[in-house]
């Protein structure tokens, strides 16, 4: 969760609730020809309808995704086949065009810093249709899995992430429906196959907290090994935590994620950490040397970014690392994508390759096993800060 915003007369918190987000299941894929019969008045949405809504949003993520996978066999674009009823509008496709080329230049990328991937699989989910006029919104969760090819060859087997989008649909006066536009609704928008967009959210800093220093992205990183015993901290059972709940969000803690806070990635971290013997600091809420969270209530340093690194730091429960690569195994990684001096998500390692490179599992878009290769493949530019934990 992004910061909250604390004036120097540190106000209260809302305690915030969240409601679980039902999932629908999907309708079956029918070809494009099928979308119903529409009238110039009123255009029909029926279920032959929103099943194409559906078939056309699964094209667009599967090509997205496609395009970072090393001799992709997917030589023409899945959405070219769509035309008729329901098809791209001439303004999306160019902005599709440009997407497969970004996601293609990151694959370049990718490759330099010693990743690819061999195959994916991308599949789509209708979650619900609002239909007002002739605009149409369509609610889907994307489920993508992306496996790792062998070049170092002590990878993991894969990397996942789950994310959900609102597709825009407009009809015209024969009752065809364009899609004009594709909003991310989680709070984080970090999948690996989703652009990197400039963070605009306002500056949270203080000059009387803990500072953390940067860290560089460069390998080899000097050595830093872990010792795993020395704290007392159970870090398998931290990775093990993020793991076992990285989709499927433990019902004993609010969920963040959409609730226009932030998101929930440093809960969601903060919950790791506690799984692995982190104990409460009980206090006020806003008081950042504090940090508690459960269903009820939880600190600002439980739930925002910088506030878990001021607690962090100041609790001497972290140290800073000097390079990125050097995480291991219960490890953070948070990211200031801005360079603003607000640092804007938290990542916890729960995977470190035996040739050094960690992986990331988070919330908000919710992650499985993200490489830091990917990371800085995505925001070469953004500011890196690695804790040991």
């Known amino acids: 969760m992004k910061s909250r915003k604390v004036s120097r007369t540190r106000r209260r918190a809302t305690i915030l609730t969240a409601a679980a987000a039902s999932v629908v299941a999907g309708v079956a894929l029918l070809p ?63 902005t599709e065009d440009s997407a497969l080329d970004q996601l293609g230049d990151r694959k370049d990328r990718l490759a330099r810093l010693g990743e690819k991937y061999s195959a994916a699989n991308t599949s789509v989910t209708l979650d619900r249709t609002r239909v007002r006029g002739r605009t149409a919104v369509v609610a889907v969760t994307e489920t993508t899995t992306l496996t790792y090819d062998k070049v170092r060859g002590d990878e993991p087997k894969s990397t996942g992430f789950q994310a959900h989008h609102e597709l825009t649909f407009r009809a ?104 692995g013997g982190w104990k409460h600091v009980p206090g006020y809420v806003y008081d950042y040397t504090r940090w508690f969270g459960n269903a009820d209530i939880q600190s600002h340093s439980f739930v925002g970014v910088n506030e878990w690194s001021w607690f962090a730091l100041n609790s001497k429960r972290v140290t800073s690392l000097a390079n990125v690569y050097q995480m291991d195994v219960g490890d953070v990684l948070q990211v200031d994508f801005d360079k603003d001096g607000s640092k804007d998500h938290t990542m916890i390692v729960t995977y470190r390759s035996p040739q050094g490179v960690p992986y990331l599992t988070y919330h908000s878009t919710n992650t499985y096993r993200r490489s830091v290769a990917s990371v800085i493949a995505s925001y070469p530019n953004a500011a890196y800060y690695a804790y040991r934990t």
């Open 32 to 94: 494009n020809w099928s979308a119903g019969a529409s009238t110039t008045t009123e255009p029909e949405v029926d279920a032959k309808t929103k099943a194409t809504f559906q078939k056309l949003a699964d094209a667009v993520f599967t090509d997205r995704t496609n395009a970072l996978v090393d001799e992709s066999a997917a030589d023409q674009p899945r959405t070219d086949g769509f035309s008729g009823r329901v098809a791209l509008s001439s303004g999306a496709a160019r």
């Open 172 to 275: 015209d006066k024969s009752g065809n429906w364009r899609l004009t536009g594709i909003r991310e609704t989680d709070d984080g928008g970090f999948a690996v196959n989703q652009l990197a967009k400039s963070r605009t959210a306002a500056t949270t800093t203080d000059d009387t907290m803990p500072s953390a220093p940067r860290a560089a992205i460069t390998r080899p990183a000097p050595s830093n090994p872990k010792n795993f015993t020395a704290s007392g901290y159970d870090y398998k059972a931290m990775a093990a935590y993020a793991e076992k709940y990285w989709r499927n969000y433990n019902p004993a803690y609010p969920d963040f994620n959409g609730q226009g806070a932030g998101g929930d990635c440093t809960n969601f971290v903060s919950q790791s950490l506690k799984a």
